[in-house]
């Protein structure tokens, strides 16, 4: 059984910046992709960004790229959300995720199979 946890949410004005973290347990965490997903109040879990198992490519939703950057310490296994330039309309629960061995890089929900509990993100404006 694979557990990720997530840390590092909390509430920052506008323009700041946070850095998000997701512990995974497990002894082949470089065989999977990533991903980091997001739920706002009244809205549908959406993708944000996702990076390969070896940490060389990496995807983004159009919404957070340019500010948004994804990251993985195999070493850790641990991967890493770093989020600049904050805006109100990022608040939410932030989630990562798996991938599913069969798929790489991706956006969908159903490409993961394990999630961590969620950290808040809350910026106030």
């Known amino acids: 059984q694979v557990q990720l946890v997530e840390s590092g949410g909390g509430l920052v004005q506008a323009g700041g910046s946070l850095r998000l973290s997701c512990a995974a347990s497990?002894?082949?965490?470089?065989?999977?992709?990533m991903g980091w997903f997001r739920q706002a109040p009244g809205k549908e879990r959406e993708f944000v960004a996702a990076?390969?198992?070896?940490?060389?490519?990496?995807v983004y939703a159009d919404s957070v790229k340019g500010r948004f950057t994804i990251s993985r310490d195999n070493a850790k296994n641990t991967v890493y959300l770093q989020m600049n330039s904050l805006k109100f309309e990022d608040t939410a629960v932030y989630y990562c995720?798996?991938?599913?061995?069969?798929?790489?890089?991706?956006?969908?929900?159903?490409?993961?199979?394990?999630w961590g509990q969620g950290t808040q993100v809350t910026v106030s404006s």
């Open positions: 995720a798996r991938a599913k061995a069969e798929y790489g890089l991706g956006g969908q929900q159903l490409q993961y199979d394990y």
């Open positions: 497990g002894r082949t965490f470089s065989n999977y992709a």
């Open positions: 990076i390969s198992g070896s940490g060389r490519s990496t």
